[in-house]
């Protein structure tokens, strides 16, 4: 378990959750997604279990070819790119 405290202002994940845009790489591809918590709040960022989770299925262990997958709140949508790229 894991708990990101949030304080508006303060703080390295407070930064990085109004940073007006995020980028990452994941099976091989840059993805660059646009954030925007003022005007939408927690679904217009990017969170780190997001980020965990593409990483374990970069990993390989879960194989998604051929599977149909729902993400549910899904936010700005990187699991599902990464999942659809993997
Ligand atoms: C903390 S954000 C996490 C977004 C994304 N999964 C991530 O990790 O970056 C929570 C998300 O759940 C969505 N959400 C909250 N309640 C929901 C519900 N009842 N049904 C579907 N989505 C919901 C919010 O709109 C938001 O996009």
Redesign the pocket.
Request: proline share 0%.
């Given at each position: 378990m894991a708990l990101v405290p949030y304080e508006e202002g303060a703080g390295w994940g407070a930064r990085q959750l109004h940073s007006p845009a995020a980028t990452y790489r994941f099976a091989s591809r840059t993805i660059r997604l646009r954030q925007d918590w003022r005007r939408l709040g927690?679904?217009a960022?990017?969170?780190d279990?997001?980020v965990v989770l593409c990483a374990y299925l970069e990993m390989g262990s879960t194989d998604l070819r051929d599977r149909s997958v729902i993400e549910?709140?899904?936010?700005?949508g990187?699991?599902g790119i990464v999942a659809t790229l993997l």
């Open positions: 927690v679904a960022v990017v969170w279990a997001a549910l709140g899904a936010g700005t990187l699991l």
